[in-house]
């Protein structure tokens, strides 16, 4: 276990942001992990994975510790139900594509999600209709206080949308170590109620969709829209959708029945960020270095050497555009690090 000063974190962050860490090293062991944890010598201490839902700032004064665990275990299985054990570092999309492999459904709907495994629970990821909670069993951690391992059931970490105990009571107070899922071996549960789905669908003439075709069609969409982080820095959707009440959102579809929309509850609806982004002007138009990218304005993008700072002044710009005209407010989905 190396440390590292003054490393450019430019290849561990999907947005390809050149910021500098003033220390920085990779563990590959859950024993390596706690005892860097447990090293006094480096009071601030930032847990990185894949890097893909950060916006980093020039130079931070911290140690980076890239957790790199790896492996995949089957733990138990029967006819209906397979129980899968994910370490952290396993790259999310290959880790999919592992489950389409062994036939095991539920995560064919966030194929092409970057970024790692460990990662995934802090947000709650989740993608056309899917969210990660509905696979999810537990998980293990690090405690940061004390450097033990325990395990955090589903009830412990708290989901919601994009949203879980980690980011809240639970901040800075954990290291996920690996994840648990319980995946469907037979009579898989086929989500392909949304649009594009359904379009992409219709495109290839499939009617009796598999959890491979659903998985297809996903990667597709998501090509067509997103660009590929190693030609063109992101984090994927910078900006979470808003959910607003029942009567904001009466004030906004009467004002723009043509928007869409999507009922979370009887009181609740989603408005997509990315249309009331559109709206306002800014998809494909660029400012210096940072901009919005052309065919999706909820990614934010850097064309070349675009700082943290320049991407950060531009998503500001953009809420409060968004807030002027529609009176919504949207929020980052990434992590600023500083």
Known sequence: MIIY???SLKNYNTFGIDATARHFVEVTTIEELQDILNNKEYPRKILIGGGSNMLLTDYIDALFIHVNLKGKQLLSQDNDTAIVKVMAGE??????????????????????????????????IGAYGVELKDCFVSCEAVRIEDQQLVT?????????????????????????????????KNNHKINSGY????????????????????SNAVIAIR???????????????????????????????????????????DELYKIPAGWLIEQCGFKGKRFGDAGVHKNQA????????????????????????????????ISPEVNLIK
Request: charged share 25%.
């Open 152 to 184: 955090l059931s589903k009830e412990e970490c708290k989901f919601g949308y994009r949203d879980s105990y980690f980011k809240n009571e639970g901040k800075d107070k954990y290291v996920i170590t690996s994840v648990t899922f319980s995946f469907t």
């Open 298 to 329: 909820l990614v934010l993008v850097n064309y070349d050497n675009a700082t943290g700072k320049d991407i950060l002044d531009l998503a500001a710009k953009i809420i409060a555009e968004v807030k002027s005209k529609f009176n919504i407010e």
């Open 223 to 265: 090509q067509s829209k997103l660009p590929d982080p190693k030609e063109l820095g992101n984090s994927g959707s910078f900006f979470k959708n808003p959910i607003v009440n029942k009567e904001i959102f009466k004030e906004f579809n009467l004002k723009y029945p043509e928007a869409p929309f999507y009922k979370v509850s």
């Open 91 to 124: 790259n999310w999309h290959d880790m999919v594509m592992w489950t389409l492999e062994n036939d095991f459904g539920g995560l064919e709907n966030m194929s092409l999600i970057p970024g790692n495994t460990g990662t995934a629970p802090i947000q709650n």
């Open 5 to 7: 000063d003054h490393f």
């Open 195 to 214: 649009g594009a789905i359904e379009n992409q669908l219709e495109k290839e003439n499939i009617l009796n969709p598999t959890i491979k075709d659903i």
